[in-house]
């Protein structure tokens, strides 16, 4: 089974911008790979954020976008506050229907 | 307003049966997929599989298959997650989510102990 992989945990400056990654052991993630991104913060269920690599939902804070960049999926916060420290999921899919989730990143604001 | 709202936690001996549920509302049940997801306390999301209900499709992840049933019962507009034989490492929140995983369901905690 692919193994999807994430930074374990990133810390970025109140106001400030980070870029969060997703890759697969199967190579360059594509969107093909429908890539997905969660927000949860502890004792709440995930949150959607980004779906199909670029895409908002109505609820997504303006300050996260979706993008590819050096063949990973990418998070990318400009402007963080205080209330976006929490974990981050991505999830690819794959050949057959299967999906995998990375293992997460903790992300800090600080 | 769309929910998915999920049965209460659960405490289950190894070796015992468990089955728990989704309710969805505030759409068409059998328009959507259905996925779960596990939580092991602590640890990150595991994809389980999906189902549609429309006309009982399931899809497991390869990890999965064979340790869980997925099913649903549009009669009733829900879907389930079971275990025929629980083990201690079954022990993690549970969350069911419409395709699209854009609206969740609260979580169904399982502990399984001895």
């Known amino acids: 089974q692919a193994v999807v992989t994430q930074e374990p945990s990133l810390t970025v400056s109140p106001g400030g911008t980070v870029t969060l990654t997703c890759g697969s052991s199967t190579g360059a993630v594509t969107t093909g790979h429908y890539p997905y991104w969660f927000q949860q913060k502890p004792g709440q269920a995930p949150r959607a954020l980004i779906y199909?690599?670029?895409n908002k939902h109505s609820w997504t804070p303006a300050r996260f976008s979706g993008s590819l960049l050096g063949g990973k999926a990418a998070l990318t916060l400009s402007g963080a506050q205080p209330e976006d420290e929490a974990e981050f999921y991505c999830?690819?899919?794959?050949?057959?229907?299967?999906?995998?989730f990375g293992g997460g990143t903790k992300l800090t604001v600080l | 307003e769309v929910q998915l709202v999920q049965s209460g936690a659960e405490v289950r001996k190894p070796g015992e049966s468990l089955k728990i549920s989704c309710t969805p509302s505030g759409y068409t049940f059998t328009a959507y997929w259905i996925g779960w997801v596990r939580q092991v306390p602590g640890k990150g999301l595991d994809w389980m599989g999906l189902i549609y209900p429309g006309d009982s499709d399931t899809r497991y992840s390869p990890s999965f298959q064979g340790q869980v049933t997925i099913s649903a019962d549009k009669s009733i507009s829900t879907a389930y997650l079971q275990w025929s034989s629980l083990k201690a490492s079954d022990t993690a929140i549970y969350y069911c989510?419409?395709?699209?995983?854009?609206?969740w369901g609260q979580g169904t905690l399982v502990t399984v102990s001895s």
């Open positions: 989510t419409r395709y699209g995983l854009d609206y």
């Open positions: 999830l690819l899919s794959y050949s057959g229907g299967r999906r995998v």
């Open positions: 199909d690599t670029t």
